[in-house]
Each structure stands twice: as C-alpha cells, then as structure tokens.
C-alpha cells in the first residue's frame, strides 16, 4: 500500500472511505457527565444529543493517546499522514506528533507528516480528500506535504449554530448574553482564523438570515472558487444542508459540493440544527 491517511474522529469520513484500508479514524472519547462515548461506527448521533440536551453540565471530549496513533501508523504503507483537529482547539495535533515521535523511534526510515488542519469536521475531511489527490497523482511524499499545507493555508471554514447551549456551558458565551441571544433569535455566523482559532463574523436574527449572511462569507472569502471543493457538515439537518448547497451552486462556481452528517465530536460542538461549511 502506497499510503494511509489517519484522520482524528472530528473530521467526518466519505461513505467510500469507510471500507477502504487507506484511510483510518482515530476516535476521541466524549463525556457527557459521568458517561464516556467512544467516537467511532458504534455512535448515534440521535441518543447523543438527547444526552447532551438533558446533562446541565457541558459535553467534553478527550483526544487520542499517543499509542493510539502509533498503532494506526504502524503498517505496510509507504507514506503515512495523519490529519487532526485545530492545535488552538485540541491537544490531537500533539498526540499525533508525539505519537510520529515514537513511531520513528522504532523506525526511523518510515515516512510520517501530521497535519495541523487549523480547522474542524468537514474541513479535515476536505484535506484528507487533497492528500488522496496528490497521492493518487503519483507525487513524491515531499511534494504531497508541500502541496496540502499550502492547501490549509488558503482554506476558511465557517459555521452558524442553532442551539447555544454548548456554548454556554462551556463558558464561550455568557449565560446572560446566551440567554438573550435566544430571546431575540439571534444566530452567529462564525469562522476560523488563519490560526485555526475561533472567531464571530457577523449575526442575524433568524436562522435563514444567518445562512444567507454566511453564504455571503463563504462567497467573499472564497477566490478561484471554480476549482475547489467546498463541504457541507450539518448536524441532524438534510434539509437545511441541502438548501445550503443549492445556494452555493446557484451563486459560485465549484469543482463539487460535498455534505455529510457531522460525526461525535462535530456534534457535541455543532449541537442539534447546527451546520459547518469549508472550502
């Protein structure tokens, strides 16, 4: 095998990936109270939030060890990378690099890079799709390190929520303000800076008037728009998702649109109704 790519559990796998031995999820564990939820095939999105929606106390998720990620880069493939969550919002960036240490400790020959996606959910899914690119193009391991940096430097993702309750209970948002927000319907559109840290862009009364407002960053910041992919998570929302992805095509051009459900950790953080968009 030419080359693996392990992805931590927060990005969200294609459909074909899930049965292809070139790609590997490495799960996060989320606790809800006392309860501890593997993020793997076993979890269910619907008992999740639920759970979440009943617990006062906010949702956590703790990363992959270091062995973890020695396992999964233990194998036959030639050129192994690893694609994690933002290093400002995880410690699985770490744990992958410390677990590439240990790895070529014991192999010093072995080919191992861990991407720091600066990003979240659909965004990793979206890098780990260019990694597939460029191996499938035949480049040298270098060229394919090379290329998806820059691809993550130029890459913007974006999400509006339905439900600050996550939020709030994890001290990003005021109770008060929280609360207000919900009085007056009050969405915020938010984004990822450079740093792969999280920021508000703008807000709007209304969920479709956010959606719109979102659209509109997606479109401002998106240059050469025509050769990109651009994704859609959403977190048990098809419907909202789908007229998001007919906004995008009727107004940008796009190599393809790509939406999936979000996994454990994008929905602990998206919440019920949340959606996320990268490109």
């Known amino acids: 095998m030419r080359y693996k790519i392990v992805i931590d559990s927060c990005g969200e796998l294609l459909d074909e990936w899930k049965q292809d031995e070139h790609f590997e999820s490495v799960p996060l564990t989320l606790m809800v109270g006392a309860e501890q939820i593997i993020d793997d095939e076993t979890f269910k999105q619907g008992e999740f939030l639920h759970k979440v929606a009943e617990c006062p106390e906010c949702p ?12 999964a880069y233990d194998c036959e493939a030639e050129h192994v990378y690893a694609v994690t969550l933002s290093a ?6 770490n744990s992958a690099l410390l677990g590439r240490n240990l790895s070529l400790e014991d192999h010093p020959d072995k080919k191992i890079h861990v991407f720091n996606s600066r990003s979240a959910s659909i965004g990793e899914t ?27 430097s130029g890459q ?4 509006v929520l339905e439900n600050l309750e996550t939020l709030r209970k994890n001290g990003r948002l005021s ?24 920021y508000q862009l703008d807000q709007a009364r209304g969920m479709n008037r956010a959606l719109i407002k979102m659209v509109e960053q997606v479109i401002e910041k998106t240059a050469d728009s025509a050769d990109k992919v ?5 977190c048990n929302c098809p419907a909202r998702a789908q007229v998001l992805k007919e906004a995008f095509q009727e107004r940008m051009k796009l190599a393809k649109v790509v939406v999936l459900d979000t996994a454990g950790v994008s929905s602990m953080y998206a ?5 996320i968009v990268a490109v």
């Open 271 to 275: 919440n019920d109704g949340g959606v």
């Open 175 to 198: 109770k008060v303000k929280a609360l207000v927000a919900s009085a007056l319907k009050i969405k915020p559109v938010m984004g990822s800076t450079d740093e792969g840290t999280i």
């Open 60 to 71: 956590k998720s703790a990363c992959p060890s270091p062995e973890r990620y020695m396992r």
């Open 230 to 234: 651009l994704a859609i998570s959403h």
């Open 156 to 159: 913007h993702t974006f999400f």
């Open 126 to 152: 979206l890098i780990a799709l260019k990694i597939q690119e460029c191996e499938e193009k035949g480049m040298s391991f270098e060229e394919v390190v090379a290329t998806v940096e820059h691809y993550i």
């Open 88 to 93: 400002e919002l995880s410690g699985s960036y």
